[in-house]
């Protein structure tokens, strides 16, 4: 069985600085691993995704992840962060062969002016 | 291009009236199709999925249904409503080969009352 784990549910950063998101997965097959962002209100758009190939991925808006197999995690980055960042942020694995997702619980990021 | 859509936005019903949700999508053929709910300030949680006409896995028991009677259209229902059944629903899309994501409809925020 998979499963996705979202450490922190809710993150704050300053305008400017460092965003780290932070998503740890299980899985018994190689996983396709991918991060959504959802504004209030509307459906969750993709930000970028790993399936195979180079480890680190560029996504819309700026952000990045690395896939690392040894520590089985898929962290989100981004440089600087911009208030239009502030959202909700899914990091969801799929089999490659599997019909279903499985979602962690959600990072809320808070932008501070 | 593929789109997708959920109608309606928003829904007020009462306690033990009936629901029919519905999501269709557009550009593709035989996808994958998903229905998650959203409670309020908490993650995703797989309801059904669909791998064709008639074919609908159910994740979670509950008392509500799903159908798929097209191939691009998938609908979800209650015969009675219930006050937990509030929330975000939301339906989405994959194509049934590759390691390709999934796309969100923009969701139905349905409050029973």
């Known amino acids: 069985a998979q499963s996705v784990t979202q450490l922190g549910s809710h993150v704050s950063v300053s305008e400017g600085a460092l965003v780290l998101l932070r998503c740890n997965y299980s899985?018994?097959?190689?996983?396709?691993l991918f991060w959504y962002v959802q504004y209030p209100n509307q459906g969750l758009q993709l930000l970028l995704k790993?399936?195979?190939?180079?480890?680190l991925v560029k996504g819309i808006n700026g952000f990045e992840a690395e896939f690392k197999k040894s520590e089985t995690s898929f962290h989100l980055t981004k440089p600087s962060a911009h208030m239009s960042d502030a959202a909700e942020y899914f990091c969801?694995?799929?089999?490659?062969?599997?019909?279903?997702?499985?979602f962690g619980t959600g990072t809320s990021l808070t932008v501070i002016p | 291009s593929q789109t997708i859509h959920q109608w309606p936005a928003t829904l007020v019903q009462p306690v033990g009236s009936p629901l029919s949700l519905e999501c269709t999508v557009e550009?593709?053929?035989?996808?994958?199709l998903y229905w998650y709910r959203q409670a309020a300030g908490r993650g995703l949680q797989l309801l059904f999925y669909?791998?064709?006409?008639?074919?609908i896995s159910s994740e979670v028991p509950q008392n509500l249904s799903a159908s798929r009677p097209q191939d691009r259209q998938f609908i979800l229902s209650s015969k009675k409503l219930l006050l937990s059944d509030s929330g975000f629903y939301l339906c989405?899309?994959?194509?049934?080969?590759?390691?390709?994501?999934?796309?969100f409809g923009p969701g139905t925020r349905l409050t029973v009352t």
């Open positions: 899985s018994s097959v190689p996983p396709y």
């Open positions: 790993y399936t195979t190939g180079a480890t």
């Open positions: 969801a694995v799929s089999e490659s062969a599997g019909n279903q997702f499985y």
């Open positions: 669909s791998v064709g006409i008639g074919q």
């Open positions: 989405a899309w994959r194509p049934n080969r590759g390691p390709y994501e999934q796309y």
């Open positions: 550009g593709t053929s035989n996808p994958n």
